[in-house]
């Protein structure tokens, strides 16, 4: 067993997939390597999740994921207004406007990261 000490985050990629992912983060405190395979998260000793733990060597970032938390969700609305301009030549102009709502349902604050292009 190895203590980490480890930071939680939801994050999502609203234009591959409608979820957020729970990710978490830390560092290798060991002077050795942590080797490859499957691993067992918990916080204390409530059980978090299961994710794949990445060769890791001593003292580097750590990053895993968990799993997909259908309490918090993320809805990906594009608006686009067409007009048209020029004077002699009228060639239509289009805006894009893009909103991203997420919407925490758990009864405690989370961090969340959205990535976007």
């Known amino acids: 067993d190895v203590e980490v000490k480890t930071s939680f985050a939801y994050e999502t990629a609203p234009l591959q997939k409608e979820l957020f992912y729970l990710i978490g983060s830390g560092a290798n405190p060991l002077k050795q390597p942590l080797l490859p395979g499957p691993m067992a998260v918990f916080m204390g000793t409530d059980f978090v999740g299961k994710s794949a733990l990445p060769l890791t060597g001593s003292g580097r970032a750590l990053r895993f994921e968990l799993c997909a938390d259908r309490e918090v969700?993320?809805?990906?609305?594009?608006?686009r207004k067409r007009d048209t301009?020029?004077?002699?030549?009228?060639?239509?102009?289009?805006?894009?406007?893009?909103?991203?709502?997420?919407?925490?349902?758990?009864?405690?604050?989370?961090?969340?990261?959205?990535?976007?292009?």
């Not at 969700?73 to 608006?79: H, L, P």
């Not at 102009?93 to 961090?111: C, F, M, Q, R, T």
């Open 85 to 117: 301009r020029g004077i002699v030549l009228r060639r239509y102009h289009y805006d894009y406007g893009i909103e991203i709502k997420a919407v925490n349902h758990k009864s405690l604050p989370i961090k969340i990261k959205v990535f976007y292009p």
């Open 73 to 79: 969700t993320v809805a990906r609305t594009v608006r």
